[in-house]
């Protein structure tokens, strides 16, 4: 889990520095190697690891506008992911999605960059297995915002309803853009509405991935077995903003700074040191094949060519 | 002309966002029943910038941050407006309005009609459209068909900052449903690489701009262009292209796509005989079909060769910057669409 949440992270910080390459001084979204908007998960990695390390490439994970953690977890292919990224015809979808449309059916990921608008496809791709007779769980990685969107409580309900072996997972990163939780929820924590529908709640803080891991564990385990859909809601850290770009003058003074201190990657660091026994060089070695991993798929993606302009024409039905 | 020739000593160049922002402080101050709800509207502003400054002015009970629960906050204002307020709703992209589609389309477009006249839902939504910036297909939408094609809403979409507010006061007045339709390239926010000619002079003080009243915003007697939005952009460059080779083309700015100008359109295509409309929106059952059909109708006699369009391809809107460029309207294929009708001209050409 450690490796993931740390590709994940060089992986983000790669794709940060890339796109703002062309955009300085004037930031413009369609300058550089990757344009358009990119939503990085800096700080939200262990709700991404915590539950993808209880699957299997044949489970389902749906996920959001802010994808790339949760790509990495369920072991989307990282160098078509970043072509991809980049716009490129070697891309997941040839660079006809982009960031925040990566589909990898080989793994069984893919998301939406509309508010809550996974979460319909987990629980159908839930029934379908259920149909079928074919094993598997979906998961639907969402915001603490997306909670407040119609989709959630109806495929909550749904969900429970017909008992589906679906996972709802809420990182509360306690902001939606610019708007905070308290302004934009009536309760301060939305593993209070599982009850509403009928289904377990578990409540994570610390952004801690082995507590997320235990949650999931349960969650899954019930689900696998028959007993239907769960909502784990995940006190996260959001340690970049909104979008690049953002100037976060909304959060409060020393916010950011507070957050940066409770990073939860060094924390697991520190951890594995003393729980695990974990040496300097252990360490070391993991971040040195994290980086390479992260610099081959970079690498991938930076010599691959462009789409054809008229490809755009393609795919439009198969 | 719509932004008019005015004395550079007085001139107050405003982009379209703050002309926007403008133009709803001014109607909030003389009417207490105008508001404004909607996603990060609140201290950031808007995301494109077209609420900035209100939250200060009039304070968190008249400019609502809303939770990302769009059905809840269309329908409210729905039933808010045909209780006595006016509110100003706003939802970000274009693209997002299909989870709530339903409170627009079935309830606040049609109640007016349900009830005979008798219940008034005067609403204005505003929303960003376009792309050219590579922010894929849920974000790079203009849609302007989809909502100009149900009935019980006017549709708006300025393409320079003197209309945006004029057409923006004249949303707030208005007694129904307004969706105010405004272009992220002509916003004036430089992160979205705006285009320079939407910022122009805008009169500090308060008018509006009658709905379905298009203007031409370059004469011309060979060919009419006909657009929106963006499209007016590119058809004005495409005219200077067209200048350059003997062609002289008249550009029309619909402003409105509902009520729909459609006297303005017939008599400039009666003078020029040739007709190109352009639309970032898709292609087929759309406003281009609509524009030439409208010709069609009245007197096909008028046209010396057949009208052609430059829209969108059928296609969902591609990521990759190569593929996007490809698909959007631009000058050059306004000019290849005049090579085009040159090239299969009949008899009337002439
Ligand atoms: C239906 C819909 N409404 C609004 C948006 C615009 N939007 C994109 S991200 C976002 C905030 C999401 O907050 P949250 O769900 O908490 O996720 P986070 O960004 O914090 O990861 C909003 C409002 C959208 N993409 N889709």
């Not at chain 1, 292919?77 to 970043?82: I, S, T």
């Not at chain 1, 070697?90 to 006809?96: A, E, I």
């Amino acid at each position: 889990m450690y490796e993931t949440m740390l590709v994940s992270r060089f992986f983000e910080e790669a794709i940060e520095a890339i796109y703002l390459e062309g955009k300085k001084p004037v930031f413009n979204m369609a300058k550089g190697p990757i344009p358009g908007e990119m939503h990085l998960s800096n700080g939200q990695e262990p709700c991404a690891v915590g539950v993808c390390a209880h699957l299997t490439s044949s489970d389902i994970v749906t996920s959001t506008h802010r994808p790339h953690h949760a790509a990495i977890a369920k072991g989307v292919d990282l160098a078509r992911m970043a072509a991809e990224i980049f716009g490129k015809k070697t891309g997941l979808s040839g660079g006809r999605g982009g960031h925040m449309h990566i589909f990898d059916p080989d793994v069984n990921f893919s998301c939406s960059g509309i508010i809550a608008q996974g979460m319909g496809p987990a629980v159908g791709a839930a029934l379908s297995r259920k149909m079928q007779g074919r094993d598997g769980v979906a998961v639907s990685y969402i915001g603490e915002g997306a909670a407040n969107q119609g989709a959630f409580h109806e495929t909550l309900n749904l969900a429970a309803l017909w008992k589906l072996p679906v996972i709802f997972v809420i990182e509360d990163n306690a902001w939606g853009i610019s708007v905070a939780k308290s302004a934009s929820t009536a309760i301060p924590n939305n593993a209070l509405r599982a009850s509403a529908y009928g289904m377990p709640g578990h409540h994570v803080t610390g952004n801690d991935p082995i507590a997320i891991f235990a949650a999931a564990g349960e969650a899954i385990a019930l689900a696998r077995s028959g007993g239907g859909p769960s909502l784990i809601d995940i006190e996260t850290d959001r340690l970049a903003g909104h979008f690049m770009g953002d100037a976060e003058a909304y959060r409060p003074k020393g916010e950011l700074e507070a957050l940066r201190a409770r990073d939860p990657i060094p924390a697991f660091a520190r951890r594995l040191q003393s729980e695990d026994a974990l040496s300097d060089a252990d360490l070391a070695a993991i971040s040195d094949r994290a980086r390479s991993k992260v610099d081959d798929a970079i690498g991938f993606a930076r010599e691959s060519a462009y789409p054809e302009p008229d490809e755009a024409l393609d795919k439009v039905f198969v | 002309m719509s932004s008019g020739a005015v004395a550079a000593a007085n001139e107050r160049r405003l982009t379209i966002a703050r002309a926007m922002a403008e133009a709803i402080a001014q109607e909030m101050r003389i009417d207490p029943s105008v508001f404004v709800m909607g996603e990060d509207v609140g201290t950031l502003g808007g995301v494109f910038g077209n609420t900035r400054g209100l939250f200060d002015e009039f304070g968190g009970e008249r400019v609502r941050d809303t939770p990302i629960s769009e059905t809840a906050f269309m329908g409210a204002a729905t039933g808010a407006a045909s209780d006595g307020m006016r509110p100003i709703v706003e939802l970000m992209f274009v693209d997002f309005f299909g989870v709530c589609f339903d409170a627009i389309y079935n309830s606040m477009a049609k109640n007016a009609y349900f009830s005979g006249g008798t219940v008034k839902v005067p609403v204005v939504l505003m929303t960003s459209t376009g792309g050219g910036y590579s922010d894929g297909g849920q974000h790079s939408q203009c849609l302007y068909g989809t909502f100009a094609h149900l009935p019980g809403m006017k549709v708006v979409a300025p393409s320079n900052a003197y209309d945006a507010k004029g057409l923006m006061t004249a949303s707030i007045r208005d007694d129904n449903p307004v969706i105010y339709m405004y272009h992220k390239g002509l916003q004036g926010m430089g992160w979205l690489g705006t285009e320079p000619a939407a910022t122009v002079h805008v009169p500090e003080e308060s008018y509006t701009i009658p709905f379905g009243q298009a203007a031409i915003v370059r004469e011309g007697k060979d060919v009419t262009i006909v657009s929106v939005a963006m499209g007016v952009h590119n058809a004005l460059k495409a005219a200077d292209l067209l200048a350059a080779k003997g062609v002289s083309a008249e550009v029309v700015d619909l402003r409105t796509l509902v009520p729909l100008d459609r006297d303005t359109v017939f008599a400039s295509v009666s003078k020029t005989g040739r007709l190109i409309v352009v639309d970032e929106d898709y292609h087929s059952y759309g406003m281009t079909g609509e524009i030439i059909a409208s010709i069609a109708e009245r007197d096909l006699s008028v046209l010396k060769a057949s009208p052609q369009r430059v829209a969108y391809p059928d296609i969902p809107i591609p990521f990759s910057r190569p593929m996007e460029q490809f698909a959007l309207p631009s000058p050059e294929k306004i000019i290849e669409a005049y090579e085009k009708m040159k090239g299969r001209r009949g008899w009337r050409w002439m």
